[in-house]
């Protein structure tokens, strides 16, 4: 568990979406980050619910998951640690298209749009970085989900 500034600090330093940011980056982040920890089966984000942040998994896994408890009910991902999730959110700013379950104990830090902001205004260049790394990122996802839909469809 996360209790400190500097473990915050740490923890983000290992993430692959953050890779590249400078040292007032990341402080700027860790200030402004909210650790959080939930139990398995403890949902994190609901789909169709508004959302304004994104969620860096530092410790534990989750499911990502279309129409929870409906017939369609489909597991899109299973996430661990040091990956994200929510990140639509902060990108376009339309409710959830997902909901986000915990398997195991989890510990995940909140990065809000307004934190975002906060890096746009003070570091552009670092913001960008983020967003690129994002995109990157979100880029991959889509491949994967491509690649899952198409070998259905044949």
């Known amino acids: 568990m996360i209790t400190t500034t500097p473990e915050l600090f740490q923890a983000l330093q290992t993430v692959p979406v953050l890779t590249g940011l400078n040292l007032p980056a990341f402080t700027l982040l ?4 909210i650790v959080h920890s939930f139990n398995p089966v403890e949902l994190i984000v609901r789909e169709g ?4 942040s994104f969620f860096i998994l530092v410790e534990g896994e989750v499911e ?3 129409h929870l408890g409906s017939a369609q009910e489909t597991i899109l991902a299973t ?3 040091r990956t994200f999730f929510g990140e ?5 700013p339309v409710p959830r298209a997902a909901t986000v379950r915990a398997l195991t104990p989890v510990t995940a ?3 809000r749009a307004a934190t975002l902001y906060h890096l ?6 670092q913001y960008a ?7 990157r990122d979100m880029a991959r996802r889509l491949r994967v989900l491509d690649e899952a839909f198409s070998a259905r469809a044949s």
């Open 30 to 33: 860790a200030d402004e980050g």
């Open 49 to 52: 619910e508004s959302g304004h």
């Open 64 to 66: 990502v998951i279309k």
């Open 79 to 81: 996430l661990r640690s």
């Open 88 to 92: 639509m959110c902060v990108v376009d």
């Open 109 to 111: 830090i909140e990065i």
């Open 120 to 125: 746009f205004q003070k570091m552009p260049a």
């Open 129 to 135: 970085i983020v967003l690129l790394n994002l995109a």
